[in-house]
């Protein structure tokens, strides 16, 4: 089975669908470089850009599991648009993120962890429940045709920056 379509009725058609032809924010045009407040990548080339999936292949409010960049990503559909982040649960360790429940929480998209629960920002990967963890964002763009490209994630955010500055003696 397609893990696209796990959620989906067997025979149902993903063009059935209530939710009708899903947004995409204004930052997210074709050939755009981001979705939502993904960063902009300078000096990217197109091998830096994977391509994963088409966009029709998504369903609202539910996530897939990608290989993009030798990384597990999760990548989630809104009504705000198309968000990508790292799979793998940082509190558990397993990759699971893309199986959790999408909704909104405090105004932002978050997805919830369907094993303890906590709660990621979709734009940033903040936990909404511990200020100290966050997830990486991974940044995607459309071409042309529909397919969805996830390019390079973040190089650091201040708590990995912090980590990595620790020396061992």
């Known amino acids: 089975m397609k893990p696209s379509t796990h959620r989906r009725a067997k025979g149902a058609d993903h063009q059935s669908i209530p939710y009708g032809t899903p947004r995409l924010p204004e930052p997210f045009q074709l050939g755009s470089a981001t979705a939502g407040d993904a960063p902009v990548q300078d ?90 963890v966050r997830v990486r964002r991974w940044p995607l763009r459309m071409d042309a045709d529909g397919v969805l490209r996830v390019g390079r994630p973040e190089t650091t955010h201040p708590l990995e920056a912090d980590h990595a500055s620790e020396t061992t003696a």
């Open 43 to 132: 000096g990217a080339t197109d091998a830096d850009w994977q391509p994963v999936c088409r966009l029709e292949d998504l369903i609202p409010d539910a996530g897939v599991a990608v290989r993009a960049h030798g990384a597990q990503v999760a990548v989630f559909l809104t009504d705000a648009g198309p968000f990508a982040l790292d799979h793998v649960d940082p509190f558990c360790g397993a990759a699971v993120l893309a199986r959790g429940i999408v909704g909104e929480l405090q105004g932002h998209p978050v997805v919830a962890s369907p094993m303890y629960k906590q709660h990621f920002r979709l734009d940033t990967g903040q936990c909404l429940e511990d200020e100290r």
